[in-house]
């Protein structure tokens, strides 16, 4: 156990990181990795159905990426501006992370112009109103339209990760950076491990007896932010939505009283679960989270995870490590590094049993 920052770190050549997606969804390649033994054994993510046992439970979040990305310029001089819209209030406030040259101030107009159509005529005029100095974020209100989503499905283009060194989202993001299952719109990066999946793959696991339910959790920053501090103890997240409905803790309640394991998908599920679950019983829960996983760290509700590789020094690394171990995380990274598999949002994923 460790809670120094430095000890969740790794060294990735640069061409493991997936800038692209994979031709197809279940061609993804599979880390599977035996928590118990430290053995690990290489498979695709077709083969799920015939590595997991009937009776497990996969759980999936079925939050629905943002075009939250936002292009622009400062009414007052003309300099480029770029923003990452994170959510809206009942008042219509909405939070932004900004991005420009030079100091922003409040009242100050931005000029939004249509992300893949720079040179319409068209533009959404956002004011900021202050900016909270401890986040970084700023609250600003939209003129003319209280709709968020509406003007970023008019505006705004997907949000893709900066390690994907891509200056615009392409054709294939808009299908691609989102999951086949995606039903609630409201995060701003995607719950990366559920991109895998397919009805045809989700079919096979059925017929295998492999079930799924679904949960929700909004990705923020609270998700991607980076850590800043030397020791974990002194990292606070923040604070994303997320519903584990009756439906879904009603199924994983059975699947556990019947011998099945709760195999959930990503960190994001992960996480949504554990804020669910007090005393060992999955229980109905919506509202807002700011759980940090990290070692030590009891899982109550969690038996099996499959997720991808993550960044050095993240929230996520020291997730997956709380739940594995420190040191037999950083040698399946290692041995991942070796057998050349792809890293990040696009990339390949590990089943850790």
């Known amino acids: 156990m460790s809670d120094f920052l430095s000890d969740y770190d790794y060294t990735l050549p640069d061409e493991l990181i997936a800038r692209h997606p994979p031709a197809r969804r279940e061609a993804a390649r599979l880390m599977v990795v035996d928590r118990a033994t430290g053995s690990i054994e290489h498979a695709s993510i077709g083969d799920l159905p015939q590595i997991l046992r009937p009776h497990d439970r996969l759980v999936l979040n079925n939050t629905r990426v943002l075009p939250a990305r936002l292009l622009g310029s400062r009414v007052s001089t003309g300099g480029q501006w770029e923003g990452l819209y994170l959510c809206s209030s009942p008042a219509g406030e909405w939070q932004l992370l900004c991005q420009t040259r030079g100091k922003l101030r409040p009242g100050e107009r931005i000029a939004v112009h249509p992300a893949h159509n720079p040179t319409s005529d068209v533009r959404l005029i956002l004011t900021l109103k ?192 709380a739940f594995a171990g420190r040191d037999l995380m950083l040698h399946a990274y290692q041995t991942a590094i070796e057998h050349r598999y792809r890293f990040y949002s696009y990339g390949d994923a590990m089943l850790l049993v």
């Open 130 to 321: 202050e900016k909270d100095d401890a986040e970084g974020l700023w609250t600003a209100v939209a003129e003319v339209t209280r709709d968020p989503i509406a003007a970023l499905e008019k505006f705004g283009t997907v949000p893709l990760p900066p390690y994907m060194h891509r200056d615009l989202a392409e054709d294939d993001d808009f299908s691609r950076y989102q999951t086949t299952f995606a039903q609630h719109p409201g995060s701003v990066a995607a719950p990366t491990a559920g991109l895998h999946f397919t009805p045809e793959l989700l079919a096979a696991c059925e017929a295998n007896g492999i079930s799924h339910s679904f949960v929700t959790l909004h990705v923020g920053i609270g998700t991607f932010r980076p850590i800043s501090v030397k020791h974990l103890q002194d990292h606070r997240m923040h604070a994303e939505w997320c519903e584990l409905p009756e439906t879904a803790a009603t199924e994983l309640s059975r699947c556990r009283r019947e011998g099945g394991r709760v195999v959930a998908v990503g960190t994001t599920s992960t996480r949504t679960l554990e804020s669910a679950t007090s005393d060992g019983e999955i229980r109905p829960w919506r509202g807002s989270t700011d759980l940090f996983i990290r070692p030590p760290y009891r899982f109550q509700a969690v038996d099996c995870l499959l997720t991808n590789f993550h960044l050095p020094r993240s929230s996520l690394l020291v997730l997956v490590s």
